[in-house]
């Protein structure tokens, strides 16, 4: 029943680890997202897909690397993990184009010691 | 760069009051949208309000649009302690990179 749902909902590391956040929609949206929130609630896109194909890529370090196998899943890697990815990762996804009106998931706490 | 400003910060209200946020941006939009976001989840789309509309209503949520001031407000009406959480503006940008641009939002407390 969950419409966009992400794994781990908790995720605590070394740095200079490599982990993975996975996210799937069920909604049959055509885009997909990952945003970072930081500690003062501040919330950035980071990338999105449209129908697998990458649109937006912002200045995010080349250590993140977003997959879609398939318009209804939209993984983040991350290598080499340091302090400073300490977040709040959300998926998210919307129907048609960016600027659509966005579903999210709740969140994955990612925690780099 | 940020686009969106929400003010105040912080506001604190009695059950049954109105709550009143304003957000404020700086470049041209197609649309605004406000989200809410309680404590450890993730946001819920509340409201979307189109560049050529000027007030939009959905059950006790009032939103209004001046884009000659780029500035937006969020009217909660006889709020609840259930509408306790923190909102965010966050605007449809045009032209180039289109996308959803995120205020820093407005933690809102309803006091029993």
């Known amino acids: 029943d969950t419409a966009v749902s992400q794994t781990p909902k908790y995720l605590v590391t070394q740095m200079g680890n490599d982990k993975s956040i996975k996210c799937e929609q069920n909604?049959?949206?055509?885009?997909m997202y990952w945003y970072k929130q930081d500690s003062k609630k501040f919330l950035k896109i980071m990338f999105s897909?449209?129908?697998?194909?990458?649109?937006i890529n912002e200045t995010v370090p080349n250590r993140f690397s977003p997959k879609s196998p398939d318009k209804a899943h939209l993984n983040l890697h991350i290598n080499s993990l340091e302090l400073g990815d300490s977040a709040v990762y959300f998926c998210a996804s919307s129907r048609g184009g960016n600027t659509d009106t966005q579903y999210f998931g709740p969140g994955t706490r990612l925690t780099v010691l | 760069s940020q686009q969106g400003e929400e003010d105040p910060q912080a506001l604190s209200i009695q059950e049954g009051e109105n709550a009143t946020m304003n957000c404020s941006y700086k470049t041209s939009i197609n649309n605004l949208q406000w989200y809410r976001q309680n404590s450890g989840r993730g946001l819920v789309h509340l409201i979307l309000i189109r560049s050529n509309e000027r007030e939009k209503h959905s059950g006790r949520l009032r939103v209004t649009l001046d884009t000659s001031k780029k500035s937006s407000s969020l009217l909660i009406t006889a709020s609840r302690a259930a509408d306790t959480a923190s909102y965010f503006c966050?605007?449809?940008?045009?032209?180039?990179?289109?996308?959803?641009?995120f205020g820093k939002g407005t933690k809102l407390t309803v006091n029993p």
């Open positions: 966050a605007t449809g940008t045009q032209g180039g990179s289109e996308k959803l641009v």
């Open positions: 909604l049959g949206h055509d885009t």
């Open positions: 897909y449209n129908n697998k194909e990458l649109i």
